[in-house]
């Protein structure tokens, strides 16, 4: 119990927010109360303004909550390695290969690409159909099609890895 | 004809609405029982209900226009009524009540016919009058046709279904490059639809105003209207929140548009209620877009501002009683919202997020009425469309309405589903919304489609630090329970994007 005395605590989501955390708790203040009031269901008082908040989603250090019926996803890092990991975080942008992925379930209607191909930004890759609308997936930068995982009329969940491509410049 | 049953052909918010009323007015009503929805809200509220086996569920109940009949002939029930979507706007169903000596609440099998053929109702309109909107007097059925027409119109034009509604089928095409990926998209959203490619051809008219006028008549030729409805918040021409009466009209605008809806109705012999759409461009001109043979999701706002119960005057003048309503009875009173919360993410782009309602509260208001398919417990099953509940709330201004609508949603409460909710605040809280500046294109131009409170997302990271840290405590005490997370937490897991 000792361990966590007194820390500082970055969490990062749209935007990024401190924290100083005492023996496992937020700390409170007069302006800043936080409370728990059922299963992963929290009160929290901000400035006199009161929210209700639940967590929908945990992993490790990776969180996500339920507010006002917006979610959030967090990342809870120690002040030290948040720090750390921004430094660190440079050079391993360079990144090449990025992923496509279904933004909503829904059926493959058509391909337009096949592997090996390169895409300009803003071109159509496929046709996603979800409740009866067909919804063009645009590429997002310049790139070559490496890795096709669909193919046409296939039924796809929300999320599914559909594509991976390789950035050009 | 005099009738004592009625079967809802439907399910969801319209049933129970339409169940509601027939109640009401003594009629013993009936409504189907599926297998994919088998512990429903609506059925709790039928009087009678028909089971559907589970054999038989590969195709839906409620397209499966020979069966409706059957049922409704074994259980010798007089009348069917067909809600909105699914069957209520196939003529064939009309034609086969008809020929069973089943009463079907609605509107002839040839108004159905004629108004569910764009091109007709086009004909019609342009026959009595009515302004409409440059474009193909035939349907285009192939690319070339396509590309001729499209050049005479003019772009951009707008690619509309023949057979279309509900807002699919349709597509903006902004020059001619455009046009061959569009053009077969359409046509192939339109066959897999409405099983008919063939295509209208129109000017597309840039940031318009949609707004409708509800008609009602009787089989005698008497007709009335019960003014319009502002229908402009939309997204795909999906709409996702409507109000009457429009800021937009003027009352020499009201009476014009008005109207041409009555002359229409009147030319087609229509009967029972009906909505003929409108766009309105930003010089005040209005031209005929379509006519709805159905009852229409966004009616209670209509009911709001008049007094009036629609569902009750539909199966009246079905049923060939006379209209005994004139139009000087019928007048504006206040100002009415419809809300539509749907299980949607707007942070996902308004991807569909179905899944079990744990909690749903309304705030009791006077001002409030909710009409929902569903409860908390409820299941959203992914099979149907992703309306929730209506929200209609009302006031004596526009400005009073608005303030209302904050008041409820701030007290409105659901989990377990994300909805459209954030939206709908983020609209109400728009200047440009609550001036009523906006058409068609507001939502497109929002900002940021969901509202947030100052301090939300400070609030909800606090909310994420502490049940992190509280983990972190219970592994340090070594008491870390077995999963860890709650069911709830695995239901929502695939669910977030």
């Given at each position: 119990m000792a361990k966590d005395k007194r820390q500082k605590y970055r969490v990062s989501g749209i935007r990024e927010f401190a924290f100083v955390t005492q023996t496992f708790s937020v700390r409170q203040t007069q302006r800043q109360q936080i409370e728990k009031t059922g299963q992963n269901v929290y009160r929290v008082e901000l400035n006199n303004e009161s929210f209700t908040g639940e967590i929908i989603q945990k992993k490790q250090n990776r969180c996500s909550v339920l507010i006002n019926g917006n979610t959030y996803h967090f990342q809870i890092d120690r002040e030290e390695s948040a720090r750390r990991k921004k430094a660190g975080g440079r050079k391993t942008e360079e990144n090449k290969t990025y992923t496509l992925k279904a933004?909503?379930?829904?059926?493959?209607?058509?391909?337009f690409v096949s592997k090996g191909l390169e895409v300009k930004e803003g071109e159509p890759i496929l046709i996603l159909e979800a409740m009866k609308m067909h919804n063009q997936i645009l590429a997002s930068e310049n790139a070559r099609v490496v890795t096709i995982h669909v193919k046409k009329n296939d039924n796809v969940l929300g999320d599914q890895l559909l594509i991976e491509l390789e950035r050009i410049k | 004809m005099d009738i004592k049953s009625i079967l809802i052909a439907n399910r969801g918010e319209i049933a129970i609405r339409v169940m509601k009323t027939a109640r009401r007015m003594g009629l013993k009503t009936w409504c189907f029982q599926t297998p994919q929805e088998a512990n429903a809200c609506y059925i709790s509220f039928a009087d009678e209900v028909i089971r559907i086996p589970e054999e038989s569920s590969a195709t839906l109940i409620f397209l499966d226009l020979e069966a409706i009949i059957r049922y409704a002939k074994v259980n010798q029930i007089d009348s069917i009524h067909p809600g909105?979507?699914?069957?209520?706007?196939?003529?064939d169903l009309a034609r086969r009540c008809d020929e069973e000596g089943i009463l079907f609440i609605g509107p002839s099998e040839e108004s159905i016919r004629q108004m569910g053929d764009k091109n007709e109702a086009k004909k019609l309109a342009v026959a009595v009058g009515l302004p409409v909107i440059k474009g193909s007097d035939a349907p285009v059925t192939s690319l070339i046709e396509a590309t001729r027409q499209a050049f005479e119109t003019g772009y951009p034009v707008m690619l509309k279904a023949l057979a279309g509604g509900g807002g699919k089928g349709m597509r903006v095409v902004r020059d001619a490059r455009e046009l061959e990926q569009s053009y077969n998209m359409t046509v192939n959203e339109a066959i897999n639809a409405f099983n008919n490619g063939a295509m209208l051809i129109e000017k597309y008219i840039e940031c318009p105003r949609h707004i409708e006028v509800q008609i009602l008549a009787d089989r005698y030729g008497n007709a009335v209207h019960l003014f319009e409805r502002e229908?402009?918040?939309?997204?795909n021409h999906q709409k996702l929140l409507e109000e009457a009466p429009s800021v937009a009209l003027t009352d020499s605008l009201r009476t014009a548009m008005t109207d041409c809806a009555l002359k229409l109705c009147k030319a087609a012999n229509y009967y029972t209620l009906g909505t003929v759409e409108f766009l309105l461009d930003k010089q005040d001109n209005f031209y005929f877009l379509e006519m709805n043979t159905r009852i229409q999701v966004e009616h209670p706002v209509t009911e709001a501002i008049t007094g009036l119960d629609l569902v009750e005057l539909q199966i009246c003048t079905a049923s060939g009683?006379?209209?005994?309503?004139?139009?000087?009875d019928i007048q504006i009173k206040g100002w009415a919202f419809e809300f539509r919360v749907n299980a949607e993410d707007v942070q996902a782009n308004f991807a569909p997020n179905f899944g079990i309602i744990d909690e749903m509260i309304f705030p009791v208001s006077p001002h409030l009425r909710v009409d929902a398919g569903f409860t908390a417990g409820s299941v959203m099953p992914a099979l149907y469309d992703s309306l929730v509940a209506k929200l209609i709330v009302t006031g004596k201004t526009r400005d009073e309405a608005i303030l209302h609508a904050l008041a409820v949603l701030k007290k409105a409460r659901i989990s377990g589903i994300k909805t459209t909710i954030p939206f709908i605040k983020a609209t109400l809280n728009d200047p440009d919304f609550v001036a009523g500046i906006f058409d068609t294109s507001f939502v497109g131009n929002m900002k940021q489609l969901y509202y947030q409170e100052k301090n939300e997302e400070r609030a909800a990271s606090m909310i994420a630090l502490q049940a992190y840290l509280e983990d972190m405590e219970k592994i340090e005490s070594n008491c870390i329970e077995s999963s860890g997370v709650t069911p709830w937490i695995t239901r929502m897991w695939n669910k977030i994007i």
């Open positions: 933004p909503m379930p829904g059926k493959i209607c058509e391909i | 909105y979507g699914f069957l209520a706007e196939n003529p229908c402009s918040v939309q997204r009683e006379k209209l005994s309503l004139e139009q000087d």
